[in-house]
């Protein structure tokens, strides 16, 4: 992995943290749901701020900097990276402006909304463009490789139906088909990003990162094969099966339920290669980031508990908020933050002792963290975030800004964690510098 350091893949990582911090506080500070609609121009900030802001940030990164590392070849276009980041921040911007304008908050200037999309588009096409050329020429692909593509097909069908609801947001036309999409097909829109985008992605990811930093053999190709399938099907059912239905003025019932179906079967397939991947790991004693994982994992099983007995009950719509927070924090928040906590550390390591190693006595990654020191925080986040999922569901507002809160001060927390990691700062001082060695950056790779 040491070859080809991505330059760029800890800024990702820091405007990532950034944005999750800055939607956090607005939170704390009562900024949209729960104390707006769900469905509320703030909301929709804050939203966009978590979705593409963090999660998709972060998950670019990444995936410039594993993706290469999956199908053993160099990424197509290095110096791709650099504008990507910057359509994606000003995207990000000038949507998130737009909403502020479509909720009185700004001058009326709605025509913020379709530019804010044009550039998120432009900014994912390079993304998508140099990650999947990338994987086009490196065929046949690895398992893990397989879900990053098709994690890439998802980002362009969420990125084609949110276009299309900026349209039908900058200039409403009742009746139309852009107006009958935006009134219809957000559940598309969302399935195609939280699903396809960041949760097949992730798997796919999951699959490499756990197998490497456990010491454990790779899953076998049949198992994480029939994972894949079963999460195209939840995919086409949904992006596909749903924009037909659409087109066509019929409910999106059927195709909702398939997907839901594949889904869980996605999610049980998953959970079996998982505890496969723990019960299989040469690494007996696990580190901090594999713990964490787990509860990451465990946030994802009540989830898919807590959805299906919203469904049963008929009352998902009622608390489909905190359905999807659970989903957004618990699961895929932890997740990402779990494997930070891992990712910098060995990146940094990599950066300032892989040109020297042999040359001079060098310290662990481990030695770059201080596990026991960094657990409360991850208590705290995993903690406060199911707290506040309960307190969604009880409908109390005030518990929950006082649970995002804490989750605030535990994302200061890792953050500081992930900064001293870059720093050298718990390094012991023989081995902080050795000669020839050069102190990293804090927010670019050396390459």
């Known amino acids: 992995m040491g070859g080809n350091l991505c330059k760029w893949t800890i800024s990702y990582f820091a405007a990532a943290l950034a944005w999750l911090i800055a939607a956090e506080v607005l939170m704390v500070a009562g900024f949209g749901f729960p104390s707006a609609d769900i469905a509320a121009p ?38 791709w990276i650099l504008p990507a980041f910057v359509l994606l921040s000003a995207g990000l911007i ?6 502020l304008a479509l909720g009185g908050r700004m001058p009326p200037w709605l025509w913020l909304l379709p530019f804010g999309a044009t550039l998120l588009i432009a900014g994912f096409a390079l993304v998508a463009a140099n990650l999947g050329l990338t994987l086009w020429q490196s065929r046949p692909l690895p398992a893990s490789a397989r879900f990053v593509a098709l994690g890439l ?38 399935i195609a990003g939280l699903a396809g ?3 097949v992605t992730a798997i796919g990811v999951s699959y490499r990162l756990l197998s490497m930093f ?21 995919l086409g059912a949904a992006v596909i099966g749903g924009a ?13 339920m ?48 807590l959805g299906a007995v919203l469904a049963i009950t008929g009352s998902l719509a009622a608390h489909v908020g905190a359905l999807v927070f659970l989903i957004v924090f618990g699961w895929l928040s932890g997740l990402i933050l779990a494997n930070l906590y891992k990712i910098v550390p060995f990146l940094t390591w990599l950066e300032t002792y892989g040109p020297v190693m042999g040359k ?4 662990r990654v481990h030695d770059l963290v201080a596990e026991r020191r960094a657990t409360k925080w991850f208590v705290m986040f995993f903690a406060a975030s199911w707290a506040a999922t309960a307190l969604l569901m009880l409908g109390q507002p005030l518990g929950f800004r006082i649970a995002i809160a804490v989750i605030v001060v535990a994302t200061f927390g890792i953050l500081q964690e992930l900064i001293r990691a870059r720093r050298l700062t718990d390094v012991a001082a023989p081995l902080r510098l050795p000669a020839g060695a050069l102190a990293p950056r804090l927010l670019i790779t050396r390459t």
């Open 153 to 190: 097909l998802a980002v362009c069908a969420t990125m084609a139906f949110g276009g299309i609801f900026a349209l039908a947001l900058f200039e409403p036309a009742p009746g139309s088909l852009v107006s009958s999409v935006l009134a219809s097909a957000v559940p598309i829109h969302a």
């Open 258 to 305: 398939l997907s839901a179906a594949c889904g869980l079967a996605t999610l049980a397939c998953y959970a079996r290669d998982v505890a496969e991947l723990y019960r299989k790991r040469k690494r007996r004693k696990l580190e901090l980031n594999t713990r964490m994982v787990v509860w990451s994992f465990a946030s994802l099983g009540a989830a898919v508990a």
């Open 42 to 79: 703030d909301t929709l900030v804050l939203v966009h701020m978590i979705c593409l802001g963090w999660l998709s940030m972060a998950m670019c990164g990444a995936l410039f900097q594993f993706v290469p590392v999956l199908v053993s070849r160099p990424l197509h276009a290095e110096g």
């Open 360 to 363: 001079a006595p060098t310290p």
């Open 94 to 99: 000038a949507l998130l402006a737009g909403f």
């Open 244 to 256: 037909v239905a659409v087109l066509v003025g019929q409910g999106l019932d059927l195709a909702l």
């Open 214 to 234: 456990m010491l454990a053999p790779d899953v076998d190709a049949g198992k994480s094969r029939l994972v894949w399938l079963f999460s195209a099907f939840m």
């Open 197 to 199: 985008w960041l949760t």
